[in-house]
């Protein structure tokens, strides 16, 4: 066994210079944001120190890493680190892929001053490529001042924060400098609060290598690629050539594209990548005809005083039946909003089976999948032996914050429901 990768992280206050000349008061890990690119391999252990040097509690939740409940980095499995206190996390990395870390308090604040950061877990046989980029999407409402605007407003409960200034790796629409010839493995995350990306590479065909769980079993081409608030894409790019320039776009609204990052593409390099044919053997989890055995109703309330809340099955922050561990599970995602929500998974990764009544063109392991308005989504996934207390949620962080998740326990066969002494749940029963 190799020795704990040991990383220090400090949340803190930090000058963010997101454009020469552009300064931002945010808040980073080690003044950095995103925070450090945290990089290992399948099986390495890694120790993550915390030091909260923040005005207010935090904690890290580690999206899409499938370790124990204990170290999920909720407020339902520790205490938050007060200001001034370091927190350890420890776990084993299970799986190879495109991950990414943030606070799990005040989020909607938090992540939006810069609390997030991406990790690379390498695999044994990951494919040869020329280069392999971290491009971590963002975007920031800025106020008149070129601040962070305040936060909040009935708007914002609604749509969630929808910013006006678009980043990639912290910086304000980037260049991107590529040798033609040359095949990259970009791995994009979306570390928006709530906005949706119809990722487009210049209009030019790209191939998905692997969503948040990992390889697809082969490399799908495609020419736009959705990417909801939470979700990771591996998409190999290239080969370009010499003097090729086009901009890297979130198409969502076709005849307005927004920009994220410009390409350039320089001098003709030797290529040495090489993509298998086959990169995976996704197994489905489901065989037949399979029923849900749960159904989560996402929905929305308008009340007086807060102006919308919103739910699932009824409740703000529902508290839901536990599962067991072993027995598959098969949920209907059923939205019964008028707007989409991208539904988030802690610790596993489930299959999607059916979008609307018809099977997805292709497997793949996600922790994360939008739920289209009026529409439901089923799902399945298998809770392995890591009991405790888990989650699900909307990943527009002003969702979540306004009601749209809930808590549940995985238990062994035989073993009864702990009492859900969370206070932060009891506050809203
Ligand atoms: Cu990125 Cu609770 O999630
Ligand atoms: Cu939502």
Redesign the pocket.
């Known amino acids: 066994m190799s020795a704990p990768i040991i990383v220090a992280l400090e949340a803190r206050a930090t000058e963010w210079e997101i454009a020469p000349e552009k300064g931002v008061e945010g808040w980073g890990y080690n003044g950095q944001i995103p925070g450090p690119t945290i990089k290992a391999r399948v099986g390495d252990t890694l120790v993550i120190r915390l030091k909260n040097s923040l005005p207010e509690p935090t904690t890290i939740?580690w999206?899409g890493l499938r370790i124990q409940s204990d170290m999920d980095g909720t407020d339902s499995v520790q205490r938050a680190v007060a200001p001034g206190e370091t927190y350890e996390y420890r776990f084993e990395l299970p799986d190879a892929g495109t991950f990414w870390y943030?606070s799990?308090m005040n989020e909607t604040e938090q992540m939006e001053r810069g609390l997030y950061g991406a990790m690379v877990v390498r695999g044994s046989d990951d494919p040869v490529v020329d280069d392999d980029r971290v491009l971590v999407l963002d975007d920031l409402m800025l106020d008149g001042d070129g601040q962070i605007a305040a936060f909040g407003g009935l708007l914002q409960r609604h749509n969630g924060r929808i910013g006006n200034t678009r980043l990639v790796n912290g910086c304000v629409e980037p260049e991107l400098l590529m040798s033609a010839g040359h095949v990259e493995r970009w791995r994009v995350v979306n570390a928006a609060s709530a906005r949706y990306v119809r990722l487009s590479v210049g209009g030019k065909p790209f191939r998905l290598l692997a969503t948040d769980g990992g390889f697809l079993d082969t490399p799908v081409t495609m020419n736009e690629l959705l990417l909801v608030p939470?979700e990771r894409a591996d998409i190999l790019v290239g080969p370009f050539a010499e003097g090729e320039t086009f901009s890297v776009d979130s198409i969502s609204t076709p005849r307005n594209p927004e920009r994220f990052a410009s390409v350039r593409v320089g001098r003709s390099a030797q290529s040495s990548a090489r993509i298998p044919a086959r990169l995976n053997a996704i197994e489905s989890l489901v065989h037949g005809n399979a029923q849900a055995n749960r159904t989560v109703h996402f929905q929305s309330k308008l009340t007086v005083r807060r102006g919308i809340d919103w739910l699932v099955n009824d409740e703000m922050h529902h508290h839901a039946p536990p599962v067991t561990l072993g027995e598959l599970q098969v949920w209907d995602i059923v939205n019964e909003t008028r707007i989409d929500h991208p539904f988030?998974l802690?610790g596993f990764f489930f299959q999607v089976i059916e979008v609307a009544g018809v099977a997805p063109p292709f497997r793949a392991w996600r922790d994360t999948v939008n739920v289209q308005a009026s529409q439901t989504v089923r799902i399945a996934w298998m809770p392995d032996d890591r009991p405790g207390e888990w989650?699900y949620?909307c990943?527009i962080l002003e969702h979540h914050a306004a009601g749209m998740m809930a808590h549940f326990q995985v238990l062994r066969a035989g073993e009864h429901e702990r009492v859900m002494d969370n206070p932060h749940h009891a506050a809203h029963r």
Do not use: F, R
């Open positions: 939740h999206h943030h799990h939470g988030h802690h989650m949620h990943h």
